[in-house]
Protein backbone atom coordinates (compact mmCIF):
# COMPACT_ATOMS: atom_id res chain seq x y z
CA UNK A 1 0.00 0.00 0.00
CA UNK A 2 1.81 3.20 -1.06
CA UNK A 3 0.66 6.15 0.93
CA UNK A 4 1.40 9.99 -0.14
CA UNK A 5 0.10 13.15 0.08
CA UNK A 6 -0.17 14.00 -3.38
CA UNK A 7 0.74 18.09 -4.80
CA UNK A 8 -2.73 17.54 -7.21
CA UNK A 9 -4.65 18.19 -3.58
CA UNK A 10 -3.31 21.78 -4.00
CA UNK A 11 -5.36 22.37 -7.09
CA UNK A 12 -8.64 22.09 -5.10
CA UNK A 13 -10.18 25.16 -3.15
CA UNK A 14 -10.07 25.49 0.55
CA UNK A 15 -13.63 25.54 0.75
CA UNK A 16 -13.48 21.45 -0.57
CA UNK A 17 -11.34 20.92 2.26
CA UNK A 18 -14.05 22.49 4.55
CA UNK A 19 -16.32 19.93 4.36
CA UNK A 20 -15.59 17.59 6.76
CA UNK A 21 -13.83 17.13 10.11
CA UNK A 22 -11.30 14.40 8.29
CA UNK A 23 -9.41 17.09 6.58
CA UNK A 24 -5.94 17.86 7.33
CA UNK A 25 -5.25 14.64 8.76
CA UNK A 26 -1.91 14.40 6.85
CA UNK A 27 1.54 16.44 7.37
CA UNK A 28 4.70 15.73 7.02
CA UNK A 29 8.01 16.68 9.52
CA UNK A 30 11.27 15.59 9.83
CA UNK A 31 11.21 13.30 6.71
CA UNK A 32 8.54 11.45 8.11
CA UNK A 33 4.84 11.45 6.85
CA UNK A 34 1.85 11.27 9.54
CA UNK A 35 -1.47 10.41 9.74
CA UNK A 36 -4.15 11.66 12.22
CA UNK A 37 -6.97 9.65 13.30
CA UNK A 38 -10.18 9.72 14.92
CA UNK A 39 -12.41 6.80 16.12
CA UNK A 40 -14.91 9.54 16.85
CA UNK A 41 -15.63 9.74 13.33
CA UNK A 42 -18.66 8.94 11.46
CA UNK A 43 -18.49 6.21 8.47
CA UNK A 44 -18.82 8.84 5.87
CA UNK A 45 -16.03 10.55 7.57
CA UNK A 46 -13.78 7.68 7.60
CA UNK A 47 -14.80 6.64 4.12
CA UNK A 48 -13.76 10.08 2.62
CA UNK A 49 -10.61 9.96 4.85
CA UNK A 50 -9.71 6.02 3.39
CA UNK A 51 -10.63 7.72 -0.36
CA UNK A 52 -8.71 10.81 0.21
CA UNK A 53 -5.20 9.48 1.74
CA UNK A 54 -5.52 5.45 0.58
CA UNK A 55 -6.45 4.05 3.94
CA UNK A 56 -8.51 1.57 3.78
CA UNK A 57 -10.37 0.56 6.86
CA UNK A 58 -8.22 -2.57 7.68
CA UNK A 59 -5.14 -0.61 7.88
CA UNK A 60 -7.57 1.95 10.21
CA UNK A 61 -8.78 -0.69 12.52
CA UNK A 62 -5.30 -1.90 12.54
CA UNK A 63 -3.50 1.83 13.94
CA UNK A 64 -6.20 1.67 16.78
CA UNK A 65 -5.76 -1.73 18.37
CA UNK A 66 -2.30 -1.89 17.67
CA UNK A 67 0.48 -0.75 20.69
CA UNK A 68 3.47 1.33 20.05
CA UNK A 69 4.28 -0.02 16.39
CA UNK A 70 2.37 -2.69 13.77
CA UNK A 71 3.33 -3.93 10.31
CA UNK A 72 0.76 -3.23 7.12
CA UNK A 73 2.19 -4.47 3.39
CA UNK A 74 5.14 -5.03 5.04
CA UNK A 75 5.83 -1.30 6.06
CA UNK A 76 6.33 -0.53 9.78
CA UNK A 77 4.56 2.04 11.27
CA UNK A 78 5.09 4.21 14.53
CA UNK A 79 1.83 4.96 17.05
CA UNK A 80 1.42 7.61 19.14
CA UNK A 81 -1.56 7.72 21.14
CA UNK A 82 -2.32 11.18 22.14
CA UNK A 83 -5.42 10.14 24.05
CA UNK A 84 -8.51 7.25 24.14
CA UNK A 85 -9.74 9.00 20.70
CA UNK A 86 -6.96 9.51 18.36
CA UNK A 87 -4.05 8.45 17.17
CA UNK A 88 -0.93 9.61 15.32
CA UNK A 89 0.95 7.14 13.11
CA UNK A 90 3.93 8.04 11.00
CA UNK A 91 6.47 6.33 8.62
CA UNK A 92 9.40 7.49 6.96
CA UNK A 93 8.74 9.22 3.69
CA UNK A 94 11.52 7.23 1.95
CA UNK A 95 11.41 3.84 2.25
CA UNK A 96 12.72 0.82 0.61
CA UNK A 97 12.52 0.43 -2.88
CA UNK A 98 10.87 3.68 -3.06
CA UNK A 99 12.15 7.18 -4.49
CA UNK A 100 9.72 9.93 -4.69
CA UNK A 101 10.85 13.65 -5.53
CA UNK A 102 10.39 16.80 -3.52
CA UNK A 103 6.89 17.62 -5.46
CA UNK A 104 5.28 14.32 -4.57
CA UNK A 105 4.35 15.85 -1.20
CA UNK A 106 2.26 17.83 -0.07
CA UNK A 107 2.28 19.45 3.78
CA UNK A 108 -0.83 19.48 4.65
CA UNK A 109 -1.27 20.96 7.76
CA UNK A 110 -3.55 20.47 11.25
CA UNK A 111 -5.03 23.79 11.60
CA UNK A 112 -8.81 22.40 11.79
CA UNK A 113 -8.01 20.02 14.45
CA UNK A 114 -10.08 21.28 17.28
CA UNK A 115 -7.17 21.16 19.95
CA UNK A 116 -5.94 24.45 22.34
CA UNK A 117 -2.69 26.36 22.16
CA UNK A 118 -0.77 23.85 24.27
CA UNK A 119 1.12 26.61 26.25
CA UNK A 120 2.19 24.96 29.03
CA UNK A 121 5.47 22.97 29.01
CA UNK A 122 5.78 19.64 29.05
CA UNK A 123 7.16 17.69 32.54
CA UNK A 124 10.64 17.19 32.47
CA UNK A 125 12.45 14.76 34.66
CA UNK A 126 15.98 14.79 33.42
CA UNK A 127 17.04 18.43 34.14
CA UNK A 128 15.88 20.60 37.48
CA UNK A 129 17.30 23.54 35.93
CA UNK A 130 17.52 25.53 32.72
CA UNK A 131 18.89 28.88 31.56
CA UNK A 132 18.87 30.56 28.45
CA UNK A 133 22.18 31.53 26.20
CA UNK A 134 21.17 34.07 22.80
CA UNK A 135 24.46 35.44 21.07
CA UNK A 136 22.11 38.89 21.58
CA UNK A 137 19.48 39.06 24.67
CA UNK A 138 17.34 41.20 22.19
CA UNK A 139 16.74 38.35 20.16
CA UNK A 140 14.71 36.90 22.87
CA UNK A 141 12.89 38.58 25.69
CA UNK A 142 9.67 37.43 28.33
CA UNK A 143 7.29 39.83 30.09
CA UNK A 144 4.29 40.19 31.38
CA UNK A 145 3.82 36.50 30.36
CA UNK A 146 4.61 37.05 26.59
CA UNK A 147 7.46 35.73 25.19
CA UNK A 148 8.29 37.41 22.53
CA UNK A 149 11.01 35.38 19.45
CA UNK A 150 12.74 36.72 16.84
CA UNK A 151 14.38 35.49 14.01
CA UNK A 152 17.17 38.13 12.17
CA UNK A 153 18.00 38.23 8.23
CA UNK A 154 15.58 36.74 5.73
CA UNK A 155 14.34 39.46 3.95
CA UNK A 156 13.13 37.98 1.09
CA UNK A 157 11.40 34.78 2.55
CA UNK A 158 7.69 34.76 1.81
CA UNK A 159 6.32 33.63 4.90
CA UNK A 160 7.92 32.01 8.13
CA UNK A 161 6.56 30.18 11.48
CA UNK A 162 7.02 29.45 14.52
CA UNK A 163 6.53 25.80 15.55
CA UNK A 164 7.24 23.82 19.04
CA UNK A 165 6.30 22.20 21.94
CA UNK A 166 4.32 24.97 22.92
CA UNK A 167 1.74 24.50 19.52
CA UNK A 168 2.35 21.35 19.06
CA UNK A 169 4.46 21.78 16.43
CA UNK A 170 1.65 23.15 13.92
CA UNK A 171 3.04 24.54 10.80
CA UNK A 172 0.67 27.40 10.19
CA UNK A 173 -0.74 28.23 13.88
CA UNK A 174 1.94 31.07 14.74
CA UNK A 175 2.99 32.77 11.56
CA UNK A 176 5.73 35.41 12.49
CA UNK A 177 5.21 39.03 11.86
CA UNK A 178 8.38 40.22 9.14
CA UNK A 179 10.27 43.28 10.57
CA UNK A 180 12.43 45.76 9.38
CA UNK A 181 15.54 43.01 10.27
CA UNK A 182 13.72 40.17 10.64
CA UNK A 183 10.66 37.78 11.87
CA UNK A 184 8.98 38.34 15.57
CA UNK A 185 5.98 35.94 17.02
CA UNK A 186 4.81 36.59 20.45
CA UNK A 187 3.27 33.93 22.66
CA UNK A 188 1.92 33.46 25.96
CA UNK A 189 3.80 30.92 27.59
CA UNK A 190 3.86 29.46 31.32
CA UNK A 191 7.50 28.87 33.33
CA UNK A 192 9.31 26.21 31.41
CA UNK A 193 10.80 24.13 29.11
CA UNK A 194 10.17 24.55 24.94
CA UNK A 195 11.94 23.30 22.13
CA UNK A 196 10.86 24.78 18.65
CA UNK A 197 12.23 25.96 15.30
CA UNK A 198 11.60 28.69 12.59
CA UNK A 199 10.11 27.20 9.60
CA UNK A 200 11.10 29.77 6.15
CA UNK A 201 9.04 29.20 3.03
CA UNK A 202 8.78 25.33 3.74
CA UNK A 203 12.03 24.67 5.04
CA UNK A 204 12.49 23.72 9.23
CA UNK A 205 15.50 25.39 11.06
CA UNK A 206 16.59 26.35 14.68
CA UNK A 207 17.19 29.53 15.79
CA UNK A 208 20.84 31.08 14.54
CA UNK A 209 21.05 33.00 17.90
CA UNK A 210 20.05 30.85 20.41
CA UNK A 211 23.53 28.31 21.96
CA UNK A 212 20.55 25.85 23.37
CA UNK A 213 19.99 23.07 21.21
CA UNK A 214 18.90 19.82 21.51
CA UNK A 215 18.62 15.88 19.89
CA UNK A 216 15.47 16.09 17.72
CA UNK A 217 15.73 12.17 17.02
CA UNK A 218 15.62 12.52 13.69
CA UNK A 219 19.19 13.94 12.19
CA UNK A 220 18.50 17.38 13.17
CA UNK A 221 18.39 19.70 16.19
CA UNK A 222 15.71 21.74 17.97
CA UNK A 223 16.42 24.92 19.63
CA UNK A 224 15.63 25.59 23.18
CA UNK A 225 14.35 27.93 25.26
CA UNK A 226 13.17 28.80 29.03
CA UNK A 227 10.99 30.99 30.37
CA UNK A 228 12.50 31.85 33.53
CA UNK A 229 11.17 31.65 37.27
CA UNK A 230 14.24 32.45 39.62
CA UNK A 231 16.97 34.45 39.49
CA UNK A 232 20.22 33.60 41.40
CA UNK A 233 21.94 36.71 43.20
CA UNK A 234 24.81 37.06 44.97
CA UNK A 235 25.99 40.34 45.66
CA UNK A 236 29.43 41.51 46.34
CA UNK A 237 32.58 39.43 45.21
CA UNK A 238 33.56 42.38 42.41
CA UNK A 239 37.17 41.35 42.33
CA UNK A 240 36.44 36.97 41.47
CA UNK A 241 37.30 36.11 37.92
CA UNK A 242 34.46 33.78 37.69
CA UNK A 243 31.24 32.56 40.05
CA UNK A 244 29.20 29.46 39.68
CA UNK A 245 26.16 27.97 41.11
CA UNK A 246 25.32 24.28 41.82
CA UNK A 247 22.84 22.35 43.35
CA UNK A 248 20.76 19.16 43.45
CA UNK A 249 19.00 20.29 40.14
CA UNK A 250 22.51 19.98 38.46
CA UNK A 251 23.68 16.96 41.03
CA UNK A 252 26.37 19.32 42.31
CA UNK A 253 27.98 19.71 38.96
CA UNK A 254 30.92 22.15 39.45
CA UNK A 255 32.33 24.82 36.46
CA UNK A 256 28.70 24.09 34.79
CA UNK A 257 26.35 27.29 35.61
CA UNK A 258 28.33 30.43 35.21
CA UNK A 259 26.91 33.61 36.31
CA UNK A 260 26.89 36.85 34.75
CA UNK A 261 28.51 39.64 36.61
CA UNK A 262 26.42 43.05 37.26
CA UNK A 263 27.34 46.20 38.99
CA UNK A 264 27.07 44.84 42.63
CA UNK A 265 27.50 41.38 42.01
CA UNK A 266 26.76 38.12 39.88
CA UNK A 267 23.70 36.90 38.60
CA UNK A 268 21.76 34.18 36.87
CA UNK A 269 18.34 34.32 35.33
CA UNK A 270 17.05 30.43 35.46
CA UNK A 271 14.07 28.28 34.93
CA UNK A 272 13.95 26.17 38.09
CA UNK A 273 11.71 23.29 38.39
CA UNK A 274 8.89 22.57 41.30
CA UNK A 275 10.34 21.27 44.18
CA UNK A 276 12.97 21.87 46.99
CA UNK A 277 16.54 22.73 45.90
CA UNK A 278 19.91 23.17 47.69
CA UNK A 279 22.57 24.81 46.15
CA UNK A 280 25.65 26.91 46.42
CA UNK A 281 27.82 29.27 44.58
CA UNK A 282 31.36 29.01 43.73
CA UNK A 283 33.46 32.21 43.39
CA UNK A 284 36.72 31.36 42.15
CA UNK A 285 36.87 27.93 43.69
CA UNK A 286 35.39 28.64 47.63
CA UNK A 287 32.54 27.57 48.21
CA UNK A 288 29.90 29.92 49.52
CA UNK A 289 26.12 29.66 51.21
CA UNK A 290 23.80 32.22 50.06
CA UNK A 291 24.42 35.53 52.42
CA UNK A 292 20.83 36.73 51.50
CA UNK A 293 18.79 33.68 51.74
CA UNK A 294 17.99 32.64 55.55
CA UNK A 295 17.03 28.81 54.71
CA UNK A 296 19.95 27.25 55.63
CA UNK A 297 20.14 23.60 56.17
CA UNK A 298 23.10 20.98 57.33
CA UNK A 299 23.49 17.93 55.03
CA UNK A 300 24.07 15.56 57.35
CA UNK A 301 27.95 15.75 56.43
CA UNK A 302 29.20 18.41 57.98
CA UNK A 303 28.10 21.15 54.90
CA UNK A 304 25.40 23.75 55.04
CA UNK A 305 23.25 24.12 51.57
CA UNK A 306 20.97 27.16 51.16
CA UNK A 307 17.58 26.03 50.03
CA UNK A 308 15.18 27.44 47.99
CA UNK A 309 11.53 26.03 47.33
CA UNK A 310 9.33 26.69 43.50
CA UNK A 311 5.98 25.83 43.39
CA UNK A 312 2.94 24.35 46.50
CA UNK A 313 4.16 23.60 50.39
CA UNK A 314 3.12 20.28 51.68
CA UNK A 315 2.32 20.78 55.36
CA UNK A 316 4.00 17.35 57.46
CA UNK A 317 2.60 16.75 60.65
CA UNK A 318 3.88 13.47 63.60
CA UNK A 319 0.92 14.11 66.09
CA UNK A 320 2.08 13.17 69.81
CA UNK A 321 5.66 12.44 70.67
CA UNK A 322 6.20 15.29 73.26
CA UNK A 323 8.77 13.58 75.06
CA UNK A 324 10.66 13.28 71.77
CA UNK A 325 13.84 15.39 71.37
CA UNK A 326 14.55 15.75 67.72
CA UNK A 327 12.55 14.25 64.78
CA UNK A 328 13.54 14.19 61.52
CA UNK A 329 11.28 13.86 58.26
CA UNK A 330 13.03 11.65 55.13
CA UNK A 331 11.75 10.42 51.93
CA UNK A 332 12.05 9.89 48.93
CA UNK A 333 12.05 13.71 47.89
CA UNK A 334 15.37 14.18 50.31
CA UNK A 335 17.63 11.30 48.62
CA UNK A 336 16.60 10.04 52.27
CA UNK A 337 18.52 12.19 53.87
CA UNK A 338 18.91 11.50 57.79
CA UNK A 339 19.82 15.15 58.83
CA UNK A 340 18.30 17.36 56.69
CA UNK A 341 14.87 18.44 57.53
CA UNK A 342 14.34 19.04 61.32
CA UNK A 343 10.80 19.47 62.27
CA UNK A 344 9.68 21.78 64.60
CA UNK A 345 8.25 20.75 67.84
CA UNK A 346 4.43 22.45 68.63
CA UNK A 347 2.04 21.84 71.15
CA UNK A 348 0.18 18.74 69.13
CA UNK A 349 3.33 17.43 68.26
CA UNK A 350 6.13 18.05 65.38
CA UNK A 351 5.81 19.78 61.52
CA UNK A 352 7.41 20.69 58.74
CA UNK A 353 6.49 22.87 55.88
CA UNK A 354 8.14 21.30 52.55
CA UNK A 355 7.78 22.75 49.08
CA UNK A 356 7.48 19.73 46.12
CA UNK A 357 6.84 18.81 42.95
CA UNK A 358 3.30 16.81 41.78
CA UNK A 359 4.15 13.79 42.44
CA UNK A 360 4.02 10.26 44.47
CA UNK A 361 5.87 10.31 47.52
CA UNK A 362 7.54 7.48 49.90
CA UNK A 363 8.62 9.30 53.46
CA UNK A 364 9.43 8.23 57.49
CA UNK A 365 10.15 10.48 60.64
CA UNK A 366 12.98 9.21 62.61
CA UNK A 367 11.79 10.30 66.09
CA UNK A 368 15.22 10.36 68.41
CA UNK A 369 16.81 7.93 65.99
CA UNK A 370 14.20 5.33 65.26
CA UNK A 371 12.28 5.68 61.87
CA UNK A 372 8.55 5.33 62.06
CA UNK A 373 5.92 5.33 59.66
CA UNK A 374 2.85 7.99 59.91
CA UNK A 375 0.83 6.70 62.30
CA UNK A 376 -1.91 9.03 60.84
CA UNK A 377 -1.55 8.01 57.26
CA UNK A 378 -2.79 4.82 56.23
CA UNK A 379 -1.31 4.72 52.60
CA UNK A 380 1.74 2.62 52.95
CA UNK A 381 4.00 0.29 50.90
CA UNK A 382 6.21 -2.07 51.66
CA UNK A 383 6.44 -4.41 54.58
CA UNK A 384 7.94 -5.01 57.75
CA UNK A 385 11.30 -2.93 58.24
CA UNK A 386 10.79 -1.76 54.51
CA UNK A 387 7.33 -0.23 55.09
CA UNK A 388 6.98 3.15 54.53
CA UNK A 389 4.19 5.86 54.36
CA UNK A 390 2.91 7.21 50.86
CA UNK A 391 1.80 10.20 50.13
CA UNK A 392 0.35 11.80 46.96
CA UNK A 393 0.83 15.26 46.11
CA UNK A 394 -1.70 17.50 43.60
CA UNK A 395 -3.12 14.24 42.63
CA UNK A 396 -3.84 14.74 38.38
CA UNK A 397 -6.26 11.58 38.38
CA UNK A 398 -8.29 8.98 40.72
CA UNK A 399 -8.23 4.88 40.29
CA UNK A 400 -12.05 3.85 41.06
CA UNK A 401 -13.30 -0.32 41.34
CA UNK A 402 -17.27 0.14 41.85
CA UNK A 403 -19.20 -3.34 42.81
CA UNK A 404 -16.67 -4.89 44.72
CA UNK A 405 -18.42 -4.45 48.13
CA UNK A 406 -17.25 -7.61 49.86
CA UNK A 407 -13.61 -7.26 49.02
CA UNK A 408 -10.79 -6.97 51.82
CA UNK A 409 -7.73 -5.39 50.19
CA UNK A 410 -7.92 -3.54 46.70
CA UNK A 411 -4.49 -2.54 45.17
CA UNK A 412 -3.77 -0.63 41.70
CA UNK A 413 -0.96 -1.46 40.43
CA UNK A 414 0.51 -1.03 36.86
CA UNK A 415 4.10 0.65 34.45
CA UNK A 416 3.60 3.60 36.62
CA UNK A 417 5.22 2.01 40.03
CA UNK A 418 6.57 -0.84 38.41
CA UNK A 419 4.20 -3.52 38.90
CA UNK A 420 4.49 -3.99 42.36
CA UNK A 421 2.24 -5.70 44.92
CA UNK A 422 2.20 -3.91 47.53
CA UNK A 423 1.69 0.13 47.37
CA UNK A 424 -1.04 2.03 45.97
CA UNK A 425 -3.86 0.61 48.17
CA UNK A 426 -7.36 1.38 47.44
CA UNK A 427 -9.49 2.94 49.87
CA UNK A 428 -13.64 2.24 50.28
CA UNK A 429 -15.63 4.72 50.01
CA UNK A 430 -18.97 3.69 50.22
CA UNK A 431 -19.62 1.02 47.41
CA UNK A 432 -16.33 2.04 45.52
CA UNK A 433 -12.64 1.39 46.03
CA UNK A 434 -10.72 4.91 45.53
CA UNK A 435 -7.14 5.52 44.99
CA UNK A 436 -6.30 9.19 43.63
CA UNK A 437 -2.39 9.85 42.41
CA UNK A 438 0.02 11.64 40.25
CA UNK A 439 1.05 10.18 37.08
CA UNK A 440 3.08 11.83 34.09
CA UNK A 441 1.82 12.77 31.13
CA UNK A 442 1.50 9.75 28.39
CA UNK A 443 0.31 6.10 28.43
CA UNK A 444 -0.37 4.02 31.69
CA UNK A 445 -1.44 0.25 31.64
CA UNK A 446 -2.76 -0.97 34.85
CA UNK A 447 -4.77 -3.79 36.53
CA UNK A 448 -6.47 -4.19 40.12
CA UNK A 449 -5.54 -6.61 42.60
CA UNK A 450 -8.65 -7.88 45.07
CA UNK A 451 -7.73 -9.84 47.39
CA UNK A 452 -5.02 -11.36 45.33
CA UNK A 453 -6.65 -11.94 41.85
CA UNK A 454 -5.97 -9.36 39.25
CA UNK A 455 -8.08 -7.98 37.29
CA UNK A 456 -8.60 -5.47 34.22
CA UNK A 457 -10.51 -2.21 34.89
CA UNK A 458 -14.40 -3.40 34.15
CA UNK A 459 -15.46 0.29 33.76
CA UNK A 460 -11.76 0.88 31.18
CA UNK A 461 -12.75 -0.19 27.58
CA UNK A 462 -9.55 0.37 26.57
CA UNK A 463 -7.34 -2.60 27.01
CA UNK A 464 -4.29 -4.24 25.63
CA UNK A 465 -2.94 -7.39 25.27
CA UNK A 466 0.04 -8.62 27.53
CA UNK A 467 2.88 -11.46 27.81
CA UNK A 468 0.28 -13.44 29.81
CA UNK A 469 -2.47 -13.24 27.69
CA UNK A 470 -4.55 -11.60 30.39
CA UNK A 471 -4.71 -8.39 29.30
CA UNK A 472 -3.73 -4.73 31.21
CA UNK A 473 -6.23 -1.77 30.98
CA UNK A 474 -5.05 1.50 28.95
CA UNK A 475 -5.24 4.68 30.37
CA UNK A 476 -3.66 8.26 28.97
CA UNK A 477 -2.92 11.19 30.64
CA UNK A 478 -2.67 14.32 28.69
CA UNK A 479 -0.41 17.31 29.41
Same mark, same amino acid.
Given at each position: ?? @? ?44 ? %? ?50 ? *? ?34 ? &? *??? *? ?13 ? &? ?80 ? &? ?33 ? %? ?11 ? &? ?25 ? %? ?18 ? $? ?11 ? %? ?45 ? $? ?34 ? @? ?50
Amino acid at each position: ML @IICYLIILSFSNEAFSQSDTDNVCYINNQRIFFRLDSRWSDSQRNE %TGRMFGLDSLFMAKAFESGQVFTYDSILWEVERINQHIVVISKPIITTGASY *SNYDVLLVDEENFDQPLVNRPRIFNQEGIGYNLFRN &E *SLY *SYSNDTAVFFLRGYP &EAGNVFLSGSFNNWSTRRTPMTRKSNGWEARLNLFAGKYSYKFIVDGKWIPDPDNLQKENDYNGGRNSVVYVLNHVFRLHGY &ENAKKVFVTGSFNNWRTNEIRLNKIKDGWSLPVFL %TEGTHAYKFIADK &EWLIDPDNPDVRTDGSGNRNSFIGIGD %TLLFRLKGYNQSTRVILSGS $FNNWNRDELVMRK %TDSGWELPYVMAPGIYEYKFIEDGKWITDPDNTNTTGSGDYMNSVVV $FRPNHTFELAHIADAKEVIVTGSFNGWRKDSYKMTR @INDKWVCPVFLFPGKHTYKFIVDGRWMIDPANGNWEENREGTGNSVLWIDP
